[in-house]
């Protein structure tokens, strides 16, 4: 008899421990596996959309295991993206705010035409914009920075620029919207920016040429 009781009793236990697993199962999957809603923010709606639907392919159903380094990823790959920040919103929501890279200059590359963004990747255009300088020649990107970084230091007004062109020599000439072109060397450029400054504030003729190739020397055509 004692052995008969032991034996529901462990019957019992195992029918309770069995159901207890599968109403906790349940409820797990009620609460915690809901799918999550995503709110992308911060760039033009079809742009949000696809990032969207990107996201969701990664088939995320809970806030609290997010594998955060694939959101990265994805986020991390679109090249219109500057930075970017995640929100949290318990219990099923994310929020995402991105912003968007400027836009600095544009260049050809074969037949297709890009924007360079500040956060220094190119962006693929249907075509080209007016205000925005064109750069010619086969320059690397940290080539375009180096010189950016210049021009700011000099306070030369980048938005007056028209075209840039990258030579094999490692420097540059800007060509400004009034026709002004003005021939850098391949050191010093900031204050050779700074000095055409000068030369054009002092000067009141219309100015063609600037050329500061060679070191302590300028050459002006009017």
């Known amino acids: 008899m004692l052995l008969q009781k032991n034996k529901k009793i462990i019957l019992y236990l195992f029918l309770f421990i069995i159901i207890g697993t599968l109403n906790n199962r349940n409820l797990r999957n009620e609460n915690l596996l809901k799918d ?34 694939k959101i990265k990823k994805i986020l991390n790959s679109n090249n219109l993206i500057e930075k970017f920040f995640i929100f949290k919103k318990y219990p099923s929501t994310l929020d995402i705010k991105v912003y968007k890279t400027i836009f600095l200059a544009q260049l050809k590359k074969k037949d297709d035409i890009f924007f360079l963004g500040s956060n220094r990747k190119l962006i693929k255009s249907n075509k080209i914009v007016k205000d925005i300088p064109f750069i010619f020649g086969d320059f690397r990107i940290e080539n ?13 007004n980048f938005n007056k620029i028209k075209n840039l ?36 504030n002092k000067n009141d003729k219309k100015i063609k040429i600037i050329d500061l190739r060679q070191h302590k020397q300028v050459i002006i055509n009017e």
């Open 36 to 69: 999550i809603n995503i709110n992308v923010t911060g760039l033009d709606q079809i742009s949000n959309a696809k990032l969207i639907n990107n996201l969701n392919l990664l088939k995320m159903n809970n806030l609290f295991f997010l594998d955060e380094k």
């Open 144 to 156: 375009f920075f180096q010189l950016k970084k210049a021009i700011t230091k000099s306070n030369f």
């Open 165 to 200: 062109f990258f030579f094999k020599s490692g420097r540059w000439d800007i060509e400004t919207e009034s026709g002004l072109l003005i021939k850098l060397p391949k050191e010093n450029i900031q204050q050779s920016l700074e000095l055409s400054q000068k030369i054009l």
